[in-house]
């Protein structure tokens, strides 16, 4: 199950939001996804995680498990993902 912290690497991802202005500015993200988008970070979050199993599914490379994931917009990596429930067609 995703929890907040990847929620929070999502939005720095989408928002551009370097790891050092996160470092040094506390709530930065939470900030600047409300200026954004003019939802709490919390609710952000939920509406994520109701997204997430419809999202493709995704091949970790090491594991070989499938995910529903949303992917960094500039990096092979998986910012925010559940494992996908094994197909039963």
């Keep these: 199950m995703a929890d907040e912290f990847d929620f ?3 939005i720095a991802d989408m928002l551009n939001i370097s790891d050092d ?15 954004k988008f003019g939802i ?8 994520a995680e109701a997204l ?10 090491l ?13 092979p990596i998986m910012l925010m993902k559940i494992e996908a429930k094994a197909s039963t067609v």
């Design 52 to 61: 997430l199993p419809h999202t493709p599914q995704v091949e970790a490379g």
């Design 40 to 47: 709490d970070f919390d609710k952000g979050y939920e509406l």
């Design 63 to 75: 594991s070989g498990k499938a995910f529903h994931a949303f992917v960094s917009k500039d990096k």
């Design 8 to 10: 929070e690497e999502l």
């Design 21 to 35: 202005l996160r470092d040094s500015e506390e709530g930065i993200v939470c900030l600047k996804f409300y200026e």
